[in-house]
């Protein structure tokens, strides 16, 4: 199966929050990505809401549930209390959880599973009670994975920033890409499924799905975003379905 595409709103919202004004509309944004044949749409609700507002998760819930009801809602966090409660009304499809300090500009590495495992045990089944599917934050390391699974998750989410800083270097780009294949490798052969997310790009993505080809989903925000202030939306979307190996 091909790699599915979420599209992160983050940037999105962020660019609306700069002005006291309803656009660019992050439903608007959200239903085009969709109708361009986007898999799901993807947020990340910080405590500060400097990007994602919580009024903005029960509009996204009905955009698909009343438009793409086929379509997922993945929400990313770190799994505080509050945003525990926050799930709970929104009832997304997929949770990923990301071990994010609120201070943090964007998420920056994944769990220690070995250190934080037992603690995000019934984190996860409380997640998976609601009918959520867990995916959890990882780092590119193997030797972590059995400490994933033992949480009890559905998914690994890959982060992919150091492989996107790579940019310029594609001797650093195998090395890293590497690193990913090998940890993805090791969690598909332990059951877990695995997404990838974290800068990127039309550019880097088909030398990823090329090592992982049972990549499940990517989720993308930022350099989506910057393409759509080019190509608009609706073709970026086409475009990163296409890196993502999808028949357009």
Known sequence: MPTLLSVNLNAVAMLRN??????????????????????GLTVHPRPDERHIRFTDLPQIRALIDTEFPG??????????????????????????????????????????FKAEGEWLKPIVARLKRQGARVSIFADPDPDQMDAA??????????????????????????????????????????????????DLTVDNLPALVARIPNLAEVSIGHGLTADALEFGMAQTVRRFRKACGQAL
């Open 149 to 198: 699974v033992a949480t009890g998750c559905d998914r690994i989410e890959l982060y992919t920033g150091p492989y996107g800083a790579t940019f310029a270097d594609p001797a650093a780009a195998r090395i890293e890409l590497g690193k990913l294949g090998e940890t993805a490798d090791r969690a598909m052969a332990l059951g877990l499924g695995v997404n990838a997310g974290h």
């Open 71 to 112: 379509a997922e809602f993945n929400i990313e966090g770190y799994p505080s209390d509050e945003f525990l409660d926050l799930v709970d009304t929104v009832h997304p499809e997929q949770v990923t959880l990301v071990p994010d300090d609120p201070s943090q500009p964007t998420s920056d590495h994944g769990f220690d």
């Open 18 to 39: 700069r002005r006291d004004l309803p656009w660019p509309s992050v439903t608007a944004l959200g239903r085009i990505a969709m109708t361009a044949g986007a898999h």
